[in-house]
């Protein structure tokens, strides 16, 4: 059974007051088709760029706009990893709209195929990983984490996924996909695809929740503006036996909910300079405060 140890601190709870009342001032508010559909175009593009990015993706913003428009197909690994990720956000967005998602293990899998496709062999496209693996210090490329042994991998995904539809209704939506996120990089259940996979499925438990950073904007894109801060705080360093009794997600919860208010405010800044219209909203749900401490 999955536990995880947390505080609902002073900052963490402004935090989440803080988003609540950013969205209810987004919802308050009218634009035309147009800006809705300019915004969640960019929304996409910001977060293939920002979320291939934080895995090493060399491409700047305006080459992943570029890749997306136009499709190419002859492309390198770097350009397959932007489409695939877009690709993964326009299927996604569209069953989240058609609510059909079911948050369950058949979604991780897909997710994580989706994003990997044709760029790792098939055997470990779409599957839990079967072999042991290491996570490298993104700057010095040397082994800092030794990821729990594949022969628990498939228990500890349904521990977490059990976490997530037990506590739907006990926890704020904020805690529950912040919870999810970091623990699921921390079992890093597949061989590649990892962090993708993770973004995407934070993505969707933010979007089941009321908060819907599809076409809205790109929670991805604050952990891009600084790697290795994202890193130090979403990762642990060790072996996992040595470290999940250990484990504290406050510092994370505070740091995963700064980043969902700095995002935004930067498009409520952009927003700013569009113009009205009294027919059409962002349609967001207001966030409700559900915080539990936890037993």
């Not at 809705?36 to 934080?54: D, F, M, P, Q």
């Not at 693996?133 to 729990?148: A, C, E, G, S």
């Not at 208010?261 to 207001?286: C, F, Y």
Request: proline content about 4%.
């Amino acid at each position: 059974m999955f536990e995880p140890k947390f505080r609902v601190t002073a900052k963490l709870l402004e935090n989440i007051k803080k988003i609540s009342l950013i969205v209810k001032n987004l919802n308050d508010r009218h634009f035309s088709k147009l800006t809705l559909v300019k915004l969640e175009k960019n929304a996409r593009e910001v977060s293939s760029h920002s979320s291939t990015g934080i895995e090493g993706n060399p491409l700047q913003l305006t080459e992943v706009k570029r890749i997306i428009k136009n499709r190419p197909e002859n492309i390198k690994n770097s350009e397959k990893e932007v489409l695939n990720y877009n690709s993964a956000l326009e299927i996604l967005d569209k069953e989240i709209k058609e609510n059909s998602v079911k948050f369950n293990l058949s979604l991780i899998l897909k997710i994580q195929k989706l994003v990997t496709s044709g760029l790792i062999d098939q055997f470990n496209s779409g599957k839990l990983r079967k072999q042991p693996v290491f996570v490298n210090d993104p700057r010095t490329r040397k082994p800092i984490y030794l990821p729990p042994d594949h022969q628990d991998v498939q228990k500890l995904v349904g521990d977490l996924v059990k976490f997530v539809i037990t506590n739907k209704n006990r926890l704020d939506p904020l805690i529950l996909a912040g919870i999810f996120h970091k623990q699921f990089v921390i079992i890093h259940p597949f061989i590649d695809g990892n962090g993708r996979t993770a973004r995407l499925l934070t993505k969707i438990l933010l979007a089941n929740m009321g908060l819907n950073t599809f076409n809205l904007f790109s929670f991805e894109n604050y952990y891009n503006q600084n790697v290795s801060n994202y890193f130090q705080n979403v990762g642990v360093v060790g072996n996992y036996y040595g470290l999940k009794d250990q484990i504290d997600f406050s510092d994370w919860l505070e740091y995963f909910t700064d980043g969902i208010i700095d995002e935004l405010e930067r498009v409520g800044k952009i927003l700013e300079n569009e113009d009205l219209s009294p027919k059409t909203t962002l349609k967001l749900t207001a966030l409700l405060l559900m915080v539990i401490m936890p037993s």
